[in-house]
């Protein structure tokens, strides 16, 4: 999507947005998508290649649930979608601090928000998730433990065998208003790439398409490009089983008394 706004058909390449001037300040990956369990146990061949004795965590029966789900036989990760801008657009997540403490970075929980901080990523979707599990607890007055078995029998329920069309995120403000997750089905974890280099000698590539440019592109084959992180309908390694409906979440969890 950013190499599409960006005015460039592809991301790869000497003409690609990966290596152009206006694509430089996206080259910092700082976090990732997941993808299927690998070096749980064992040891790698390669040091930072899957291979190997290589073994991942035995997938939870839950995941299987999900129209999507790879039968890989391993636990895959993400398990949701929350919105992570750090300011791509101007978008981010609102924040301000209760105790500012001088000099440390942050405005006070006082006026308009507009004139609070912003900031984004992962350090900020995590505890925001975190946030919503506490409005669950606080709603069905029970221990919940793991709830991610929950997560996926609630998607389950909407998604079914085929995906639920009416949950599609690209339908905007026409998605069914009790979706409790959105499935995002467009983009793809689009990410740079560089040779791999193991003790100051370069050793190749590894899941990495160059095509004659600097940067090369995340990607299952080194001779030509094939997205890794793609969304499709249902479960998928870019955003799991979808954004969240903080609202409809929390009311739809068993044994909640918000009403629904």
């Not at 930072?48 to 839950?62: L, R």
């Not at 929980?109 to 505890?127: D, E, H, I, K, M």
């Not at 490009?225 to 068993?254: E, M, Q, R």
């Amino acid at each position: 999507m950013i190499t599409l706004a960006l005015g460039f058909t592809q991301s790869y390449g000497p003409t690609g947005s990966c290596n152009s001037t206006l694509g430089e300040e996206f080259l910092g990956v700082v976090a990732g998508s997941g993808g299927p369990s690998a070096c749980a146990f064992g040891t790698p061949a390669i040091p930072g290649v899957v291979g190997g004795t290589c073994s991942g965590y035995p997938k939870p029966s839950s995941q299987s649930l999900v129209s999507g789900n790879p039968k890989d036989g391993v636990r895959d990760l993400p398990d949701v979608s929350l919105f992570a801008s750090n300011g791509i657009w101007g978008h981010h997540y609102v924040i301000c601090y209760s105790d500012p403490t001088p000099g440390y970075y942050g405005a006070p929980c006082v006026g308009a928000p507009v004139n609070w901080s912003g900031a984004g990523g992962t350090s900020f979707g995590a505890p925001t998730m975190a946030g919503i599990q506490a409005m669950i607890n606080q709603t069905s007055e029970s221990y919940q433990g793991n709830p991610n078995p929950t997560y996926y029998q609630l998607a389950a329920s909407a998604y079914g065998s085929k995906g639920n069309s009416s949950c599609d995120s690209t339908l905007g403000n026409q998605v069914n208003p009790d979706c409790i997750f959105y499935d995002v089905t467009l983009g793809d974890m689009d990410v740079n790439c560089l040779p791999l280099i193991v003790s100051g000698v370069t050793i190749g590539s590894f899941n990495c398409f160059y095509d004659g440019a600097t940067n090369g592109v995340l990607s299952t084959w080194n001779w030509f490009y094939k997205p890794v992180y793609v969304t499709t309908k249902g479960y998928d390694y870019a955003t799991g089983i979808g954004s969240v409906n903080a609202f409809n979440l929390v009311g739809s969890w068993p044994g909640s008394r918000l009403p629904h």
